[in-house]
């Protein structure tokens, strides 16, 4: 790499640290595993982002409906998910609405903090595609959802993660966040593991 560039590399760097995470960051992180999302995108997730702002507080979303969901998820001891707050009636339908997350995901600080990260976006296997026909992968936000068949408790799901509140270097539809971890000493659920 060039000097210059390297030079340019860290002042974007340093940029985002200093703006925390917000739209432009997020927009602007460009890391590996985001694709070039198109303006439109852009300009929903942004829209998204000020509409559901109040869940930063657990007591909110905990009134409209989002219920603890088993422990801190983690993958190994270098990436993290978090605490996730399901909604049973969103999740328990076949739609995906941007501006209703199915799940919040929230780091557990040490001190017992909760901070808001991430939304997840569910549909279960069986509402989505009850004949079993093969059916396309659901999408939001133009991205595939992930079938996932090892959360613990939970029949196969589609899922997708928007980690709109929460740098994630490795994309910002990654499954896992190498920023985020469960605080030590306390339950949680290693899916390495599964
Ligand atoms: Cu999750």
């Not at 939970?154 to 499954?175: D, I």
Request: glycine letters at 8%; a neutral charge.
């Amino acid at each position: 790499m060039k000097l210059r560039k390297m030079v340019l590399a860290a002042l974007v760097g340093l940029s985002l640290l200093l703006r925390g995470p917000n739209l432009a960051s997020v927009s602007a992180q460009g890391p590996t595993g985001t694709p070039e999302l198109p303006d439109k995108t852009m300009r929903l997730i942004d829209d998204v982002r000020g509409a559901t702002a109040q869940f930063r507080d657990l007591d909110t979303a905990k009134k409209a409906g989002y219920d603890k969901f088993l422990t801190c998820f983690r993958y190994g001891d270098n990436r993290g998910m978090g605490q996730h707050y399901v909604n049973g009636t969103l999740a328990g339908d076949d739609v995906l609405d941007p501006m209703k997350p199915e799940a919040l995901v929230y780091e557990p600080r040490a001190d017992g903090t909760p901070i808001l990260v991430a939304f997840e976006y569910l549909v279960f296997a069986d509402k989505w595609d009850p004949q079993k026909t093969g059916r396309a992968a659901p999408t939001v936000f133009g991205q595939p959802l992930m079938l996932m068949t090892n959360i613990p408790d939970t029949p196969p799901v589609w899922g997708l993660h928007l980690w709109l509140f929460s740098y994630n270097p490795e994309g910002l539809f990654a499954m896992f966040n190498p920023t985020i971890s469960c605080p030590a000493g306390t339950p949680s659920i290693d899916m390495s593991t599964r």
